[in-house]
């Protein structure tokens, strides 16, 4: 029980530690106005807990991915674990909307958690089979938001909202105990010094194959942003919907998201990252073309706009950890650094995508303006496939040795 591991971890920890990432972004949600309320703060104040930690885990995933080439995978997750673990605590006892805020913006240290476990697959996998285990550890990125938010309700109804912060101790220190016991150190070959490795960072900056593939995740990780901040304003305003059915509906594409990281999962390795990323591309684009055209020339009805959202879902699932697998293989050594910097180019996609709803939509377009920025994003992500495609075509599939132009 206490000796620490030697060999690569289990899938199921990969999972945990990626379920535990996400669970940290939304379980508290539901408690955010009693937050508010119990601090004597304005809820403008206390969503700071959700917007800065965003920005933090973008900023970190770039920052944590280098130092995990250099240090090692396992202790930096070790390390990111143990400052989750402590700053939930914090956060449960804090008297301060100061205090919580700290404490809160502390907490993003957990995102380690699924940038790395990428790169603790990249390193003990082949490029094929990495995308398939990403596409099984990804659908828990498709569980967890459903499932975290009824859990994080649940816990301030029947305990109040500190309680979610005291569920989050005792899952920090329950994941920091399984890294220690079943994730070994799976980087072969850590930089002698920090400095080496920021000048190999550079390689990363040259290789139109990472950029490639980074982009194309980023519009697909867009497409959902798009979706789930334009939904509310078209299920409700447009369409009026109650708010369990507007729930619903939100949570529809998580839900393509999960039947399509299933499919990647299984077929990945027999057809090839390429394939896969362009199957969810053409499913997102043509779902979402489809429910465009019928609701443009037919008739305005929720289950088009819904309809469009699960099919952009059923596209990412294929998509992303297909391309993320083909970001982080570009260079080995780097696995921890392409983690990072894929990783946050998917936060900043989403952060430049999701404003756009709230600006160009009103009531009288909603319905078919959000499927049209929905389609704008899968067209972009297309157009980054095909680019990586055309360099492949151009001058043969990369190798460990031979450098991106």
């Known amino acids: 029980m206490f000796t620490p591991a030697t060999t690569p971890p289990h899938l199921a920890t990969l999972v945990l530690l990626t ?56 202790p930096v997750l070790l390390v990111c674990l143990l400052l989750f673990a402590v700053a939930s605590v914090c956060a449960a006892l804090a008297q301060s909307i100061w205090v919580f805020l700290c404490a809160r913006i502390v907490q993003a240290g957990v995102i380690a958690g699924s940038a790395l476990a990428s790169a603790v697959i990249s390193d003990t996998a082949e490029k094929s ?78 290789s139109r194959r990472f950029w490639g593939y980074s982009v194309c995740a980023a519009f697909a990780v867009g497409m959902f942003y798009i979706f789930i901040s334009s939904a509310p304003l078209v299920a409700a305003d447009v369409f009026d919907l109650s708010p369990t059915i507007v729930g619903i509906g939100i949570g529809s594409i998580t839900g393509g998201f999960f039947i399509g990281s299933f499919l990647s999962g299984r077929y990945s390795e027999r057809m090839g990252l390429l394939w896969m990323i362009f199957a969810g591309r053409i499913v997102a684009f043509c779902g979402v073309f489809a429910a465009l055209m019928l609701m443009l020339l037919w008739t305005s009805h929720p289950l088009l706009f819904f309809g469009g959202g699960i099919a952009a879902g059923l596209g990412n699932g294929l998509t992303v950890p297909n391309a993320r697998a ?3 293989a570009i ?15 998917m936060v900043a996609g989403g952060a430049v995508l999701t404003p756009l709803p709230g600006l160009l939509m009103t009531p009288q377009n909603g319905a078919w303006l959000g499927l049209v920025l929905m389609l704008g994003a899968s067209v972009g992500g297309l157009l980054a496939a095909a680019f990586v495609w055309d360099v492949d075509r151009r001058e043969g599939m990369p190798t460990q040795v031979k450098a991106d132009r």
């Open 19 to 74: 379920a535990t990432s996400v669970l940290s972004l939304n379980m508290f949600l539901p408690s955010l106005a009693h937050i508010a309320q119990d601090f004597g703060v304005s809820y403008a104040l206390a969503s700071v807990a959700i917007s800065g930690y965003l920005a933090v885990t973008g900023i970190l995933q770039i920052i944590l991915g280098p130092v995990a080439d250099r240090f090692g995978r396992r």
């Open 326 to 328: 083909g970001a982080l």
């Open 331 to 345: 260079r080995p050594h780097l696995a921890g650094s392409a983690a990072g910097l894929s990783g946050a180019l």
């Open 129 to 206: 089979r990495a995308a398939s285990l990403m596409a099984y550890v990804g659908m828990s990125m498709a569980v967890a938001p459903m499932l975290a938010p009824m859990l994080g309700g649940a816990l301030d109804e029947l305990f109040g909202w500190r309680s979610g912060f005291w569920v989050f101790s005792g899952l920090g220190a329950t994941m920091l105990w399984l890294v220690w016991a079943d994730l070994g150190e799976t980087n072969p070959a850590p930089a002698d010094t920090f400095l080496e490795q920021v000048r190999a960072y550079s390689e990363l900056f040259r």
